[in-house]
């Protein structure tokens, strides 16, 4: 019988192994298909680990090299610079939420969970300056992106701190109409501080963390004083305005 064209018994990529043996190479779309996945995350690992080391500006010749393989190779998983781009946002606002997210599904306080949040996020970006600000600047991308990763990753959390907020106000009786507003407005006011940090660094993260948790809770005690309503907040800021 000839065995000139029978596959390997089994085949490698990059650190893991494929155990072909009795694969019909006709069925083997499947197996194929998990290959191609599998170096295209050693790739991804590759390409944050230049990131990592080359910081925000990596150029692609960097990641070729870190992956061990030629630029040609990259194109051939990814494309084009946008798509590897893509690849690694997304794999980076994972890893945040993948911290971030656990934290808000606590039977905690409010005080406590907004401190948790805030602490998880400002300590991901301290960790992974270089990686988050590759996402954040999209230089890298050579094209326009399908979506910015970095809005849907906001809207992810945001959504979650939403559901969590308005159960929170049906639980105290109180109108939780608010409440995609004050997470969406809270995220953007997190993210917008931890930018500013991470390029000046004028203040420790424990700092920050204590002062964005002063402001949003200073807020959260007004909605919860005023039972959620903008107009009783309203009516007793103006009160207070008028006292001599």
Not at 32 to 42: D, K, L, P, S
Not at 73 to 97: C, D, P, W
């Amino acid at each position: 019988m000839d065995t000139s064209r029978a596959p390997p018994a089994a085949v490698t990529v990059g650190n893991v192994t494929y155990d072909t043996a009795g694969v019909n190479p006709q069925h083997s779309g499947g197996r194929q298909q998990a290959q191609r996945e599998a170096r295209r995350a050693e790739l991804i690992d590759a390409a944050i680990a230049a990131i990592r080391r080359n910081g925000p500006d990596v150029a692609m010749e960097d990641i070729a090299a870190e992956a061990g393989v030629t630029k040609p190779i990259l194109y051939r998983h990814f494309q084009n610079k946008a798509g590897l781009y893509m690849a690694v946002s997304e794999r980076t606002t994972q890893l945040m939420r993948s911290a971030l997210l656990p934290g808000l599904s606590g039977q905690v306080g409010p005080k406590e969970l907004l401190r948790t949040a805030i602490d998880t996020y400002l300590t991901f970006i301290e960790a992974e300056p270089e990686l988050y600000r590759f996402v954040v600047r999209r230089c890298f991308a050579d094209r326009p992106v399908p979506q910015d990763p970095v809005t849907t990753n906001n809207q992810l959390i945001a959504n979650a701190l939403t559901g969590i907020f308005g159960d929170r106000l049906r639980s105290l009786g109180m109108d939780p109409g608010g409440a995609g507003t004050w997470a969406h407005a809270g995220v953007g006011m997190v993210q917008a501080a931890g930018d500013w940090w991470l390029e000046r660094r004028t203040l420790e993260r424990e700092a920050l963390r204590d002062y964005l948790l002063m402001l949003a809770w200073g807020a959260a005690e007004s909605i919860l004083a005023a039972d959620g309503s903008p107009e009783r907040m309203l009516t007793a800021a103006a009160s207070l305005g008028s006292r001599p």
